[in-house]
């Protein structure tokens, strides 16, 4: 079992920039592939960028690369989401998810331990 802890949403104008964390817990947290999802009302849960274990491999959704940046910490448990140049259309709850063995990192349905989830609202 783990439990993951979203924190550093809020509400900020378009240009700005926000910071997410996620606190694991249960786990070998080195051991886990992070990833991050959003999700807009009415909309499906799109997946925005994952890690790897490590946090040798990174990857992105086209419409965040360059403006967004997925790292980690394994010596704190935590993975975080630097977001900059923020626009309207990024406003979405935002979840961190743990990556179980196999499937596309791509894919919710690959992720099988998610967070509560944090609001990011950008104003334009």
């Known amino acids: 079992q783990v439990q993951l802890v979203e924190s550093g949403g809020g509400l900020v104008q378009a240009g700005g920039s926000l910071r997410l964390s996620c606190a694991a817990s249960?786990?070998?947290?080195?051991?886990?592939?992070m990833g991050w999802f959003r999700q807009a009302p009415g909309k499906e849960r799109e997946f925005v960028a994952a890690i790897s274990s490590g946090g040798g491999n990174t990857y992105y959704v086209d419409s965040v690369k360059g403006r967004f940046t997925i790292s980690r910490d394994n010596a704190k448990n935590t993975v975080y989401l630097q977001m900059n140049s923020l626009k309207p259309e990024d406003t979405s709850v935002y979840y961190c998810?743990?990556?179980?063995?196999?499937?596309?990192?791509?894919?919710?349905?690959?992720?099988?331990?998610w967070g509560q989830g944090t609001q990011v609202t950008v104003s334009s």
């Open positions: 249960g786990r070998t947290f080195s051991n886990l592939r």
């Open positions: 998810a743990v990556r179980g063995y196999g499937g596309n990192y791509y894919y919710p349905s690959a992720y099988n331990y």
